[in-house]
């Protein structure tokens, strides 16, 4: 995690005292998904918290989701999923493991594969830079 997590947290690209845009839908055409390894994650948190965890407790599949965000196109596209549930209580739309008070991710050392590859445009620029 490293020298990344600061930027993440609270210099997500590049604004001071913004955090976690990958991790958020806000007002974006922006889904987190598809996650390919989706019954893999259920499996590793189910042990993490020592309960079974449900599919839809985590993840939208596509008749849900596309319904539950007409106005966003990529939430139309059933290729896209499954795409984590996000936070609908909180106006940014996080995803339901990130941790807006601690502006961290609760599931980073067993996050899934999208999120383990995901690098924005602005962190690869930083951590290049600072080879």
Not at 5 to 20: H, K, P, Q, T
Not at 95 to 105: D, E, G, K, L
Not at 107 to 113: A, E, G, L, N, S
Request: with cysteine; proline share 5%.
């Amino acid at each position: 995690m490293g020298n990344h997590c600061n930027i993440c947290s609270f210099n997500c690209w590049g604004r001071e005292g913004y955090d976690a845009s990958c991790c958020t839908l806000e007002d974006r055409n922006w889904i987190i998904g598809p996650h390919t390894d989706s019954e893999a994650f259920l499996g590793r948190l189910s042990d993490r918290i020592g309960r079974k965890v449900e599919f839809q407790e985590v993840f939208y599949d596509y008749e849900e989701g596309h319904k539950k965000f007409p106005d966003k196109e990529v939430w139309q596209n059933p290729g896209n999923y499954p795409a984590i549930r996000v936070d609908e209580e909180n106006k940014r739309l996080p995803c339901v493991n990130y941790n807006i008070a601690t502006r961290s991710c609760m599931v980073y050392d067993i996050r899934p594969q999208i999120c383990r590859d995901f690098v924005c445009d602005y962190l690869e620029r930083e951590l290049l830079m600072n080879e």
